[in-house]
């Protein structure tokens, strides 16, 4: 899931301030946003409170289902149409994704509520971990399941640096090496680390990145 975090809310005031705005109308997520408690109900009833605390008027909020779903946010958009078009602006709490497609599905200024922190797991309720960096060339499968990319702070694919202390990471001294636990699980698998891992090819995770599912189905 993409984790996020409050955005500081001087800064939401300063985009807010920038275009004048005396009207908001606040969006959410249903998924993502949701499960972190940053952009659902609760958390919209807070950011509406608060607006009105700091003298703006709330002309309405509404939590798509998925806000980075462009058909079901201009959906849901539409739905609220009189309640958007009485707002100076929207203010979103979503992820970056969520915040440009709501800036897609409607004509009004559109600022994030929200910092995307990264794509994560839920370890348990409220607490996340960092696990995958998108880049497009998996390793996982020579990994062990473990992601050296995104685990080792120095991203090291074969092994750990010079830095590593019993066991330990250099740079977060309070996490075991992430190459300590690949080659521990993969001995548990009955496994070894034979084979080198290449450079990461930067080219295969080109900025922006598209895929057409539809292509491939030949529709």
Known sequence: MIVTKPRDWAR?????ESI???????????????VAHTGGEKELAVAKARLEADGYQVTGWAVGEVACHLG????????????VDAADAVVVLACGAGVQTVADAVKKPVFPG???AFLGTVLRSGVYEERCQTC???VLDL???????TTCPKGLLNG?????????????????????????????QGRSATRVIPAKDNSVKLKPGSINTRERKGQ
Not at 12 to 16: E, R, S, T, V
Not at 72 to 83: C, M, Y
Not at 160 to 181: A, S
């Open 160 to 188: 750990p640096c010079g830095g590593m202390w019993n066991g330990m990471c250099e740079v977060q001294t309070d996490r075991e090496c992430t190459h300590v636990r690949i080659k521990r699980r993969l001995a548990e």
């Open 72 to 83: 079901g946010t201009k959906l849901e958009t539409r739905k609220h149409f009189g309640s």
């Open 143 to 149: 990994t062990a399941g473990i992601c050296p990319v």
């Open 12 to 16: 939401i005031k300063a985009n807010l």
């Open 114 to 116: 929200l910092e995307s």
């Open 136 to 138: 497009g060339d998996c």
């Open 20 to 34: 004048d705005a005396k009207s908001v109308f606040l969006m959410g997520c249903g998924q993502c946003a949701t």
